[in-house]
T-cell receptor, first 114, second 115 residues
Framework: NAGVTQTPKFRVLKTGQSMTLLCAQD?????MYWYRQDPGMGLRLIHY???????AKGEVPDGYNVSRLKKQNFLLGLESAAPSQTSVYFC?????????????FGPGTRLTVL | AQKITQTQPGMFVQEKEAVTLDCTYD???????LFWYKQPSSGEMIFLIY????DEQNATEGRYSLNFQKARKSANLVISASQLGDSAMYFC????????????WGAGTKLIIKP
C-alpha cells in the first residue's frame, strides 16, 4: 500500500520556469491538500480539494494553480517560478469522517528556485 | 492573532524521561479538533494523536498522550519514556469552523533526545 506519493522528490528551477508537482493517493480519500513548509514555520495550506473536479484556495494560493481531474491525483502547478517559492511542498489526503479527518502526508518535494 | 502557539522552539531531554511539548490555541468555535504530528529528519509528516473538543477523555496512543485543558485552551503532547527515535520536529495543528475546517499549524518544537 503506497499511501500518498509525490513526484518529483527534488527539483531546481530557474526564475520564470514552470513545473507541475504530482500527488497520487491510493486510499480512496475524498480530500486532498497541498502545503508548503518554510524553515522555522509550520505548514501553510496552498490549495485543497474536497472531491474530483473541485478545488479551493488555502492560506497562500498566489502563484500556484491546481487541478483534480481524477480522484486519486492532485496536481500543483507553478506557472512562473519565483525565488520566494523555494520551499518543501507536501501533499496530503484525508477521508471526511467528520471531526477527526486525519490527514496523511506524502514524503515531500524539495523545490529550489534560482 | 496566532491560532496555534508552540512556545518551545527546541528541547533537550534525557532518554527514558517523559517530555511535555506545549501547544496553546485560539478559537471561538465550540467544535474543533487538535492534532499532533511528528516530522523526523527524513522529512515525512507522521500523524500521532487527535483530540476532539467534545471528547471527555484525554486522547492516548501508546506512549503518546494529550493533556487537554479546554478552559486554558491548551493541548500539550506528553511522550512517556522517551526514546532516541523520538528526536524530531513536533507540530500541533487545529481545525475549526473559522479555518473552514482546514488545518492551521503551529511553528513546531524540535525535540532532541540525549542518550
Amino acid at each position: 500500500n503506497a499511501g500518498v506519493t509525490q513526484t518529483p522528490k527534488f527539483r531546481v528551477l530557474k526564475t520564470g520556469q514552470s513545473m507541475t508537482l504530482l500527488c497520487a493517493q491510493d486510499m480512496n480519500h475524498e480530500y486532498m491538500y497541498w502545503y508548503r513548509q518554510d524553515p522555522g514555520m509550520g505548514l501553510r495550506l496552498i490549495h485543497y480539494s474536497v472531491g474530483e473536479g473541485t478545488t479551493a484556495k488555502g492560506e497562500v494560493p498566489d502563484g500556484y494553480n491546481v487541478s483534480r481531474l481524477k480522484k486519486q491525483n492532485f496536481l500543483l502547478g507553478l506557472e512562473s517560478a519565483a525565488p520566494s517559492q523555494t520551499s518543501v511542498y507536501f501533499c496530503a489526503s484525508s477521508y471526511p469522517t467528520g471531526k477527526t479527518d486525519t490527514q496523511y502526508f506524502g514524503p515531500g518535494t524539495r523545490l529550489t528556485v534560482l | 492573532a496566532q491560532k496555534i502557539t508552540q512556545t518551545q522552539p527546541g528541547m533537550f531531554v534525557q532518554e527514558k524521561e517523559a517530555v511535555t511539548l506545549d501547544c496553546t490555541y485560539d478559537t471561538s468555535d465550540q467544535s474543533y479538533g487538535l492534532f499532533w504530528y511528528k516530522q523526523p529528519s527524513s522529512g515525512e509528516m507522521i500523524f500521532l494523536i487527535y483530540q476532539g473538543s467534545y471528547d471527555e477523555q484525554n486522547a492516548t496512543e501508546g506512549r503518546y498522550s494529550l493533556n487537554f485543558q479546554k478552559a486554558r485552551k491548551s493541548a500539550n503532547l506528553v511522550i512517556s519514556a522517551s526514546q532516541l527515535g523520538d528526536s524530531a520536529m513536533y507540530f500541533c495543528a487545529m481545525r475549526d469552523m473559522d479555518s473552514n475546517y482546514q488545518l492551521i499549524w503551529g511553528a513546531g518544537t524540535k525535540l532532541i533526545i540525549k542518550p
